[in-house]
């Protein structure tokens, strides 16, 4: 953290030079520089000597339920490192599905002096836009989601669906022209963005291998009902 602020106050001191009206000599500017980085770096030091990671409290609020083999229970698999590389404090809890419980929950964490509150997906976008107004001293970070304007302390992660499910078509075309076929399928949970990015990588990943290819797509409804899920891909399959 203390090379990064370094790092990073040199690139806004540099930026700032730059848009200075006059350009300085290059030893006016290489020493500046080189002060700058001591001091920002002195001042690193004191301040890592008086953070206590030990104090330093982690919540995740996980809008669903544990047991979905995906993002709810990568992040959760999470904590413990969190705890053993950083030394921080994280506590968690699981919502599930009741959208009407994600509101209470965010007040209550916020409530209880989390310095970080972390979430996953836009299940619980309302909310977290509401209780991240509510409290704007109040950090968030939201994994998977795709919010087009959140409030100031809210800070959105994005994941690259396409590329993931890229190399998946790419095998089920492989698979396919093991077989002698032309043809693949899809089932997706819901149909919203995020799993139609899969969709459009899973598709271009099956064209890098065969471009006539073609993929038969269906959608669940669902992201729980796995009986369902089983039926759509029966249905393909056959």
């Keep these: 953290m203390k090379k990064f602020g370094v790092a990073l106050t040199a690139l806004f001191m540099s930026a ?3 848009a200075g009206c006059g350009a300085p000599e290059p030893e006016e500017t290489e020493a500046a520089a080189t002060e700058a980085a001591a001091a920002e770096e002195e001042a690193g030091e004191e301040s890592a000597e008086a953070a206590d990671p030990a104090e330093f409290k982690v919540g995740l609020m996980i809008p669903g339920n544990l047991g979905d083999k995906s993002f709810f229970d990568a992040a959760f698999n999470s904590i413990e490192p969190i705890k053993e590389q950083l030394g921080v404090e994280v506590e968690y809890i699981e919502c599930g599905t009741d959208t009407s419980k994600y509101y209470p929950a965010l007040v209550d964490m916020c409530e209880q002096g989390y310095d970080l509150i972390l979430t996953i997906s836009s299940n619980n976008d309302d909310a977290l836009v509401q209780v991240a107004e509510e409290y704007p001293d109040q950090k968030f ?3 998977d989601d795709e919010l087009a304007d959140p409030p100031a302390n809210v800070y959105i992660m994005g994941t690259k669906n396409n590329e993931m499910s890229y190399l998946a078509g790419a095998a089920g075309a492989l698979k396919a022209a093991e077989l002698g076929e032309d043809k693949i399928g899809f089932v997706g949970g819901m149909d919203n ?9 899973y598709i271009e990943g099956a064209q890098a291998i065969n471009p006539d290819i073609k993929v038969a ?4 409804g669902s992201f729980t009902d796995t009986a369902k899920g089983k ?3 029966l249905l393909l399959y056959n």
């Excluded at 963005?193 to 990588?201: D, T």
């Excluded at 797509?217 to 669940?220: E, I, K, L, R």
């Design 217 to 220: 797509t269906s959608y669940v």
């Design 16 to 18: 700032a030079m730059l």
């Design 231 to 233: 039926e759509n891909a």
């Design 141 to 143: 970070i939201n994994l």
């Design 193 to 201: 963005p995020s799993i139609n990015e899969f969709l459009v990588g």
